[in-house]
């Protein structure tokens, strides 16, 4: 990894948020919300939902059609190599896994190539604590 957490949530701007969820108590609901309040633009990736915190939602990366700066999971673990795969697939630059979530061929496939990699972190709880927001 070439740029640290901080700096990755000092330099991003979108944010493709796969696992995002249309129900407000979860995790995967109120930590995009968060980025969303700091400045970022969220791009939700969700299998069945058609909008989700007021954006279009996605069922997959590559039917964005649109670059993303970081690819934020809240996938379980077994999941991830896919997401990483289907990252690469469409030229993400970093793939973030959100807290209690890490997998070792995720991590080898993202770093292979080339991306940014952080897991078992929470982007939420990181900008809230450093007062990060998107850049302009």
């Given at each position: 990894?070439?740029?640290?957490?901080?700096?990755?949530?000092?330099?991003?701007?979108?944010?493709?948020?796969?696992?995002?969820?249309?129900?407000?108590?979860?995790?995967?609901?109120?930590i995009p919300a968060i980025?969303?309040?700091?400045?970022?633009?969220?791009?939700?990736?969700?299998?069945?939902?058609?909008?989700?915190?007021?954006e279009p939602a996605y069922?997959?990366?590559?039917?964005?059609?649109?670059?993303?700066?970081?690819?934020?999971?809240?996938?379980?673990?077994?999941?991830?190599?896919?997401?990483?795969?289907?990252?690469?697939?469409?030229?993400a630059p970093a793939l973030?896994?959100?807290?209690?979530?890490?997998?070792?061929?995720?991590?080898?496939?993202?770093?292979?190539?080339?991306?940014?990699?952080?897991?078992?972190?929470?982007?939420?709880?990181?900008?809230?604590?450093?007062?990060?927001?998107?850049?302009?």
């Amino acid at each position: 990894m070439s740029r640290t957490p901080r700096e990755l949530l000092e330099t991003v701007r979108t944010i493709a948020v796969v696992g995002c969820s249309t129900q407000p108590h979860k995790a995967a609901h109120r930590i995009p919300a968060i980025l969303q309040a700091a400045g970022y633009r969220v791009i939700p990736v969700h299998r069945t939902a058609s909008q989700i915190l007021r954006e279009p939602a996605y069922p997959t990366l590559a039917d964005i059609g649109q670059p993303v700066d970081l690819v934020n999971v809240f996938r379980p673990s077994a999941e991830c190599a896919g997401v990483a795969r289907q990252a690469v697939d469409v030229g993400a630059p970093a793939l973030w896994l959100q807290l209690g979530i890490s997998s070792p061929e995720a991590r080898r496939i993202a770093e292979g190539a080339g991306m940014d990699y952080v897991e078992n972190d929470c982007t939420g709880a990181r900008v809230q604590a450093w007062g990060v927001r998107a850049p302009r």
